[in-house]
């Protein structure tokens, strides 16, 4: 598997599309859908730092999908039109995106009852958006280098951004780098504007640490 940093690297063309933060966040997300499930399968998802690590992931989780149905997928619907095999595809992502949503309800659910349905349902939905991240990068992420400009994807960013606002991304940043190793993680995060970069040296990261996410 290609690491972040090869990516990043990569990507490194002007006239193309630097698909890095789609990545990394996708990479956040598996990274923390097997602590999830390893949580679960040692029974131990009544841990408040478990729970505390799962309300982060379903909430850059939603926040990511969020954007993608607002903002990406419309526009790129209609660069698409006259195009049926193309547009299927992001029918598609809408799709997938639809399945997941129910299935973190029922978890929520079960995590709320303290019942033994959490083992269950994080089966289901690993299998579904582990599917669905990968058929995205593979599918969706070279249509979309092929009909859009890096101008409308700086459009899309900044969608997340105003999503995320401040708030979000002060969790957002340190939860991308959570297992960076030290030389990946400084050179991600000169992607990032240097005021993010200087709060997220100087409060988030260490803010995000003392979380202590996902032990128990
Ligand atoms: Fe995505």
Request: charged share 25%; aromatic share 6%; net charge negative.
């Amino acid at each position: 598997m290609t690491t972040e940093i090869e990516r990043i690297v990569t990507a490194n063309h002007p006239d193309r599309i630097n698909f890095t933060e789609m990545y990394v966040t996708h990479d956040a997300l598996r990274r923390d859908l097997e602590r999830m499930a390893a949580a679960a399968a040692a029974g131990r998802t009544d841990s408040p730092q478990v729970r505390e690590g799962w309300a982060v992931f379903t909430r850059q989780l939603q926040v990511h999908h969020t954007v993608e149905d607002a903002w990406l997928w419309p526009r790129l619907r209609e660069r698409l039109s006259g195009r049926p095999d193309d547009l299927a595809l992001l029918d598609a992502m809408e799709a997938e995106h639809a399945v997941i949503d129910p299935q973190l309800e029922a978890i929520d659910a079960a995590l709320a009852a303290g019942s033994g349905d959490v083992a269950a349902g994080i089966t289901e939905l690993r299998a579904a958006l582990l599917q669905h991240l990968s058929h995205e990068e593979v599918a969706a992420l070279p249509l979309i280098q092929a009909v859009m400009t890096p101008k409308d994807w700086s459009g899309f960013r900044g969608a997340m951004a105003r999503r995320q606002r401040l708030s979000g991304a002060a969790e957002w940043i340190p939860w991308i780098t959570d297992d960076m190793t030290p030389a990946d993680s400084r050179k991600w995060l000169r992607r990032m504007p240097p005021p993010l970069r200087l709060l997220n040296k100087l409060s988030w990261q260490a803010r995000y640490r003392d979380r202590n996410l996902w032990s128990y």
